[in-house]
């Protein structure tokens, strides 16, 4: 409390900030008699928060308000009074809960540094909105050996890789040998795409407006069952999932991305009650289902963040606050999919983690990342080993290779390959599993246990960085929980939990 007043060099105390804020009131109004908050006794306070194991589960400001709620209760009520005021003035509100303690995140030197006033570092310019890295380039030979060089990007809905297939009246109308096509990407007009012939796999370049009218365009079959080899799936340990579409849910969050009126002022400010009445409402059932507790009461950040647009499916070279692809909740698609069938643990748990281990998934995770353990992966040796370019979804050789197998497909070239993903469960789908809408929650104990779970997409921090969404840890909401960790952070309480299924 010592900025609390001003030292008169002659004796007593001159003044106060709270009498500079209300002089109409005497100076002795807001004089503090016989509370006195020493050094020692918060030095303490510490010592015993990085001593005591059950007290580093919560936010250390949580510890801190309760000790100082402790130790004001000894003082008369008229102190007690006079000290909140002062506290409340310096930004400490007691009785206003405290924020929900992140992920253990390992800071690099250079981190540390930055932190730490006293280590010079040079000056970094610039707000983080410069312009996106250069779209990669690419070549392909024609028939007559002349390259062809196209920009590998999706366009419209057509996604890299996928397959098309003349139309039966189509060489009535136009002469056009090729029967069936692979999109590659286009020039740096959309309107002139770049492809190559499945047969032979020599490219071409043909107008856009040419394979609309003459090719079967394929529509997107996210939600719907696909074929698969059940045995294969047995043996990676991969359970069959079939999830309902929530409407509401999709409307609530379609609603706040759109910035519609109704939740956000003209400032952009989310009317949190507002949201909250209308999760209670129409969206209960996602709940989490051992504490009730509902995902904008314990992850209102990341609704924040959805509504500014700070929600990210690309890293985008970690450059800027906008990104490439805004990552949206998928809670209005019925969802078909396959997911790693191991059992949640908690991370602290020797027996329960053995036993998550002997699960036959794991051996997903050997051919992925040479280990059989789904903790202590970093976000970035899981786009490294999932993606040969995570922002275009194109998938690396290794995780093709997972796909074919569990697809009963012999040739890991096969174009069939490209409309299916191997990727990080997303929070809509892990949602959907805890509240038990596939009938998994009680056998599964997702957002039980005292682990948290890398989800799909990526908050952007205020210098431009995408750091991974993760959640589901029982302490902070379980089903529930949306938070954001590092992806240089090797955490044993960040599990890996995949899933296959069409792309999206």
Same mark, same amino acid.
């Given at each position: $409390?010592?900025?609390?007043?001003?030292?008169?060099?002659?004796?007593?105390?001159?003044?106060?900030?709270?009498?500079?804020?209300?002089?109409?009131?005497?100076?002795?109004?807001?004089?503090?008699?016989?509370?006195?908050?020493?050094?020692?006794?918060?030095?303490?306070?510490?010592?015993?928060?990085?001593? =005591?194991?059950?007290?580093?589960?919560?936010?250390?400001?949580?510890?801190?308000?309760?000790? +100082?709620?402790?130790?004001?209760?000894?003082?008369?009520?008229?102190?007690?009074?006079?000290?909140?005021?002062?506290?409340?003035?310096?930004?400490?509100?007691?009785?206003?809960?405290?924020?929900?303690?992140?992920?253990? &995140?390992?800071?690099?030197?250079?981190?540390?540094?930055?932190?730490?006033?006293?280590?010079?570092?040079?000056? =970094?310019?610039?707000?983080?909105?410069?312009?996106?890295?250069?779209?990669?380039?690419?070549?392909?030979?024609?028939?007559?050996?002349?390259?062809?060089?196209?920009?590998?990007?999706?366009?419209?809905?057509? &996604?890299?890789?996928?397959?098309? &297939?003349?139309?039966?009246?189509?060489?009535?109308?136009?002469?056009? =040998?090729?029967?069936?096509?692979?999109?590659?990407?286009?020039?740096?007009?959309?309107? *002139?795409?770049?492809?190559?012939?499945?047969?032979?796999?020599?490219?071409?370049?043909?107008?856009?407006?040419?394979?609309?009218?003459?090719?079967?365009?394929?529509?997107?079959?996210?939600?719907?069952?696909?074929?698969?080899?059940?045995?294969?799936?047995?043996?990676?340990? $991969?359970?069959?999932?079939?999830?309902?579409?929530?409407?509401?849910?999709?409307?609530?969050? #379609?609603?706040? !991305?759109?910035?519609?009126?109704?939740?956000?002022?003209?400032?952009?400010?989310?009317?949190?009650?507002?949201?909250?009445?209308?999760?209670?409402?129409?969206?209960?059932?996602?709940?989490?289902?051992?504490?009730?507790?509902?995902?904008?009461?314990?992850?209102? +950040?990341?609704?924040?963040?959805?509504?500014?647009?700070?929600?990210?499916?690309?890293?985008?070279? #970690?450059?800027?606050?906008?990104?490439?692809?805004?990552?949206?909740?998928?809670?209005?698609?019925?969802?078909?999919?396959?997911?790693?069938?191991?059992?949640?643990?908690?991370?602290?748990?020797?027996?329960?983690?053995?036993?998550?281990?002997?699960?036959?998934?794991?051996?997903?995770?050997?051919?992925?990342? /040479?280990?059989?353990?789904?903790?202590?992966?970093?976000?970035?040796?899981?786009?490294?080993?999932?993606?040969?370019?995570? /922002?275009?979804?194109?998938?690396?050789?290794?995780?093709?290779?997972? !796909?074919?197998?569990?697809?009963?497909?012999?040739?890991?070239?096969?174009?069939?390959?490209?409309?299916?993903?191997?990727?990080?469960? %997303?929070?809509?789908?892990?949602?959907?599993?805890?509240?038990?809408?596939?009938? $998994?929650?009680?056998?599964?104990?997702?957002? *039980?246990?005292?682990?948290?779970?890398?989800?799909?997409?990526?908050?952007? %921090?205020?210098?431009?960085?995408?750091?991974?969404?993760?959640?589901?840890?029982?302490?902070?909401?379980?089903?529930? /929980?949306?938070?954001?960790?590092?992806?240089?952070?090797?955490?044993?309480?960040?599990?890996?939990?995949?899933?296959?299924? %069409?792309?999206?």
């Amino acid at each position: $409390m010592c900025d609390a007043f001003e030292v008169d060099p002659h004796g007593g105390r001159k003044d106060t900030v709270l009498h500079k804020l209300n002089t109409a009131q005497p100076k002795e109004t807001y004089y503090i008699n016989a509370f006195n908050l020493d050094p020692g006794r918060v030095i303490g306070w510490i010592d015993e928060y990085k001593a =005591e194991p059950k007290a580093r589960k919560h936010h250390i400001e949580a510890f801190f308000k309760e000790k +100082l709620t402790h130790y004001l209760s000894q003082f008369d009520e008229e102190e007690q009074k006079t000290v909140k005021a002062y506290l409340t003035h310096f930004g400490i509100v007691l009785d206003q809960p405290s924020p929900p303690k992140p992920p253990a &995140t390992i800071l690099t030197p250079k981190q540390i540094g930055h932190l730490n006033p006293n280590v010079p570092h040079a000056i =970094e310019k610039g707000d983080g909105t410069g312009d996106p890295p250069p779209p990669e380039t690419a070549d392909i030979l024609n028939e007559d050996g002349i390259a062809i060089e196209y920009i590998r990007r999706p366009v419209g809905t057509w &996604t890299v890789g996928i397959t098309l &297939t003349r139309k039966d009246d189509a060489s009535q109308n136009i002469e056009i =040998e090729y029967v069936q096509l692979k999109v590659l990407g286009s020039l740096k007009d959309d309107e *002139q795409m770049v492809v190559c012939d499945v047969g032979n796999g020599t490219g071409t370049v043909i107008a856009r407006a040419d394979l609309e009218n003459y090719y079967e365009i394929p529509t997107p079959e996210t939600g719907k069952p696909f074929k698969y080899d059940k045995a294969k799936a047995s043996e990676y340990g $991969m359970a069959e999932v079939r999830l309902e579409a929530h409407p509401k849910a999709q409307e609530l969050f #379609d609603k706040i !991305i759109g910035r519609d009126v109704a939740f956000l002022g003209t400032d952009g400010t989310l009317y949190r009650e507002e949201v909250q009445r209308y999760w209670n409402t129409h969206c209960t059932d996602l709940n989490d289902p051992t504490t009730d507790a509902t995902l904008p009461e314990k992850s209102w +950040l990341y609704f924040e963040q959805l509504a500014a647009g700070r929600i990210s499916d690309t890293i985008d070279g #970690d450059s800027g606050k906008t990104p490439t692809k805004k990552h949206t909740p998928h809670f209005g698609k019925s969802n078909f999919f396959l997911v790693m069938d191991f059992p949640e643990f908690d991370w602290d748990n020797e027996e329960e983690k053995k036993d998550a281990l002997r699960h036959p998934s794991m051996k997903i995770l050997k051919q992925l990342f /040479d280990k059989e353990d789904p903790t202590a992966i970093i976000r970035d040796e899981i786009n490294t080993a999932l993606w040969e370019d995570h /922002d275009k979804r194109i998938q690396s050789k290794r995780a093709k290779a997972v !796909i074919a197998e569990l697809l009963g497909i012999a040739d890991v070239n096969d174009p069939e390959i490209d409309n299916y993903e191997f990727t990080l469960i %997303r929070q809509d789908q892990y949602a959907r599993l805890s509240a038990g809408q596939a009938g $998994m929650a009680q056998t599964k104990n997702y957002g *039980q246990k005292d682990l948290w779970t890398h989800f799909d997409g990526y908050v952007i %921090r205020e210098d431009g960085e995408r750091s991974g969404l993760v959640g589901g840890d029982r302490e902070d909401g379980g089903a529930a /929980d949306v938070g954001y960790d590092w992806r240089d952070n090797r955490s044993d309480v960040i599990a890996v939990r995949l899933v296959l299924q %069409r792309k999206q």
